[in-house]
């Protein structure tokens, strides 16, 4: 079962800086595709942002590119996103997750994935 501890939010200015963590355990992490998701107030889940199982690969959702970085570090069972130049529509909760499957077919639903945690809270102040 996967196990996903999100931290690292908090309150920022606009055009700050945010990294995000994410802890994960209970399956074999550098065997599956993990990605970060957020949900505004009022507002679906969306997709943030993807990173392959090697770490090779990465998507982002258009209106983060240029300014997301997501990363992982497989001896550490951790996954990473750096926020640059944050923007108040960033606002949001922010969570992990992992790939239900292991294929590697970039899959960008939050249907796709697993072992959703608590998320960890992002607020960008103008």
């Known amino acids: 079962q996967a196990h996903l501890v999100e931290s690292g939010g908090g309150l920022v200015q606009a055009g700050g800086s945010l990294r995000l963590s994410c802890a994960a355990s209970?399956?074999?992490?550098?065997?599956?595709?993990m990605g970060w998701f957020r949900q505004a107030p009022g507002k679906e889940r969306q997709f943030v942002a993807r990173?392959?199982?090697?770490?090779?690969?990465?998507y982002y959702t258009d209106s983060v590119k240029g300014r997301f970085t997501i990363s992982r570090d497989n001896a550490k069972n951790t996954v990473a996103l750096q926020m640059n130049s944050l923007k108040p529509e960033d606002t949001a909760v922010y969570y992990c997750?992992?790939?239900?499957?292991?294929?590697?077919?970039?899959?960008?639903?939050?249907?796709?994935?697993?072992?959703w945690g608590q998320g960890t809270q992002v607020t960008v102040s103008s």
């Open positions: 990173i392959s199982s090697s770490g090779g690969y990465t």
């Open positions: 997750a992992a790939a239900i499957r292991s294929d590697g077919v970039p899959r960008f639903g939050d249907s796709d994935y697993r072992g």
């Open positions: 209970g399956f074999t992490f550098s065997s599956f595709s």
